[in-house]
């Protein structure tokens, strides 16, 4: 029978890149789960390591370095298509929004899709 298996696992990294609005630096975590030296499950999962602490009085820091939030809000769905954004809309979103000068984004109701999320790390926006 199937059953929840709970695995610690930690890492060290040194000399990291650190992820910011300006230069949003990507690692790829690889995770492999053996079971009698064969490998039954393999995912790559990619995440920004940063530090983020906001204060009441003097607002949002990102990786000790303070960061004026230019954010707006936004729907998951778009005209003609509803809530089945493809990948290439999210990602055209996430471009020119930024071209305007956004670095944050508020996403309204319903949790986005991984894809929208994957592309506002991938383009530095919060």
Same mark, same amino acid.
């Given at each position: 029978?199937?059953?929840? /298996?709970?695995?610690?696992? *930690? /890492? *060290?990294? *040194?000399?990291?890149?650190?992820?910011?609005?300006?230069?949003?630096?990507?690692?790829?975590?690889?995770?492999? /789960?053996?079971?009698?030296?064969?490998?039954?499950?393999?995912?790559?999962?990619?995440?920004?390591?940063?530090?983020?602490?906001?204060?009441?009085?003097?607002?949002?820091?990102?990786?000790?370095?303070?960061?004026?939030?230019?954010?707006?809000?936004?729907?998951?769905?778009?005209?003609?298509?509803?809530?089945?954004?493809?990948?290439?809309?999210?990602?055209?979103?996430?471009?020119?929004?930024?071209?305007?000068?956004?670095?944050?984004?508020?996403? *309204?109701?319903?949790?986005?899709?991984?894809?929208?999320?994957?592309?506002?790390?991938?383009?530095?926006?919060?």
């Amino acid at each position: 029978s199937l059953t929840d /298996i709970f695995v610690p696992q *930690s /890492i *060290s990294v *040194s000399n990291v890149n650190l992820w910011h609005t300006t230069s949003p630096y990507l690692y790829t975590l690889e995770s492999v /789960i053996y079971v009698n030296n064969v490998e039954v499950d393999h995912v790559n999962t990619t995440v920004g390591v940063r530090k983020v602490v906001f204060d009441k009085d003097q607002g949002l820091f990102l990786n000790d370095v303070p960061v004026k939030v230019q954010g707006f809000c936004n729907h998951q769905d778009f005209a003609g298509v509803g809530t089945a954004v493809p990948n290439r809309l999210n990602q055209f979103r996430v471009q020119k929004l930024q071209e305007m000068g956004f670095n944050a984004w508020r996403m *309204s109701h319903n949790p986005p899709n991984p894809e929208l999320l994957d592309f506002t790390d991938r383009f530095g926006v919060l």
